[in-house]
């Protein structure tokens, strides 16, 4: 069954410095974290603050095609997740003919947030991506963290002290 979801938000992965978009239900029971690029982000961020730049950006020229040509964007739907990589497909109509593309979830969402289409997760999806072990446990997590202090401390110099604000 699919959900229809919109964009929460976005977030950073303390851990990886990686970008995370989040999604939630219309009902906010569920969501589901995708971690994405950092470009992919930005086309979010920037369609979801409604950015608009002097010229246009990778999505925002995918967008402007599909105008120019009359194709309408129906919906996306990211349909499965498979080694920890979540898989999509975009729903257009051109003429009343229906097709679908194959997309990255992250390129899915920032083009369909340009055509204002809705965005549908498989509930299968939800579920496996609670399980999923995307390689970080909390004790690593921990250990990741004390090692970045340790190794802040021990590349210091002194003309470092007094550099940073408190």
Same mark, same amino acid.
């Given at each position: 069954?699919?959900?229809?979801?919109?964009?929460?938000?976005?977030? %950073?992965?303390? $851990?990886?410095?990686?970008?995370?978009?989040?999604?939630?239900?219309?009902?906010?029971?569920?969501?589901?974290?995708?971690?994405?690029?950092?470009?992919?982000?930005?086309?979010?961020?920037?369609?979801?603050? +409604?950015?608009?730049?002097?010229?246009?950006?990778?999505?925002?020229?995918?967008?402007?095609?599909? +105008?120019? #040509?009359?194709?309408?964007?129906?919906?996306? @739907?990211? $349909?499965?997740?498979?080694?920890?990589? #979540?898989?999509?497909?975009?729903?257009?109509?051109?003429?009343?003919? @229906?097709?679908?593309?194959?997309?990255?979830?992250?390129?899915?969402?920032?083009?369909?947030?340009?055509?204002?289409?809705? %965005?549908?997760?498989?509930?299968?999806?939800? @579920?496996?991506?609670?399980?999923?072990?995307?390689?970080?446990?909390?004790?690593?997590?921990?250990?990741?963290?004390?090692?970045?202090?340790? @190794? #802040?401390?021990?590349?210091?110099? $002194?003309?470092?002290?007094?550099?940073? +604000?408190?």
């Amino acid at each position: 069954m699919l959900i229809e979801m919109k964009v929460l938000g976005l977030t %950073i992965d303390p $851990v990886t410095n990686t970008p995370i978009v989040i999604l939630k239900d219309m009902d906010n029971n569920k969501a589901i974290p995708i971690w994405i690029g950092l470009f992919e982000a930005s086309a979010i961020a920037t369609e979801l603050k +409604k950015i608009v730049f002097p010229r246009p950006m990778t999505h925002d020229l995918f967008s402007e095609f599909l +105008k120019s #040509f009359d194709v309408t964007l129906i919906r996306i @739907e990211i $349909v499965d997740i498979r080694n920890n990589t #979540f898989f999509s497909n975009i729903y257009l109509r051109k003429d009343g003919r @229906e097709f679908t593309i194959d997309a990255r979830p992250s390129d899915a969402i920032a083009i369909a947030l340009r055509a204002n289409a809705p %965005i549908f997760v498989d509930e299968m999806v939800i @579920e496996k991506s609670r399980n999923v072990d995307f390689g970080v446990k909390i004790s690593d997590l921990d250990k990741l963290k004390e090692d970045k202090i340790k @190794e #802040f401390l021990e590349n210091l110099s $002194v003309e470092d002290f007094g550099k940073y +604000k408190m």
